[in-house]
């Protein structure tokens, strides 16, 4: 009897704890981050994407352009993979023209690895709006 009660409480353990997953939308599904200009870490992920595009288009063209300076992060969104997905929208300016333009970064953090690996970074369809 001992033995069948242990197994029906971890079973409803791990029936909370499924559920608290679910209902955090934590399984695999992205979501918004709030607040993305004061954010800091969302904002050294962004600064991180420029630094890591500007490093990979000198590597392979000796002759490229200055590149891209940081501005900021506008938008943010997060999944959880095995580690942490971040979907960004990044504001940079062209070292050569000066002109503000936004691309998209998609970038992937293994806090416990200490590793970050750029995925992809293209310049966005959106437009930068007034502020």
Known sequence: MATNLSKI????????????????????????????????????????????????????????DGGLRFVQVVEAEKQVVSGMKYYLKIEAFSKTSGDPE???????????????????FAPSQASLQPV
């Not at 955090?24 to 994407?49: C, F, H, P």
């Not at 970064?105 to 590793?115: M, T």
Request: charged share 25%; no cysteine; glycine share 6%.
């Open 102 to 120: 936004v691309f998209e970064a998609v970038v992937v953090v293994k806090p416990w690895l200490r590793s970050k690996q750029l995925i992809k």
């Open 9 to 64: 409480t971890f079973a409803i353990v791990i029936l909370i704890l499924i559920s608290t997953v679910v209902a955090n939308g934590m399984l695999g599904g992205r979501t918004e981050v709030a607040d993305v200009k004061a954010n800091k870490e969302i904002q050294d992920i962004g600064r991180y994407s420029v630094e890591e595009y500007n490093r990979l288009r000198r590597s392979r063209a000796a002759n490229s």
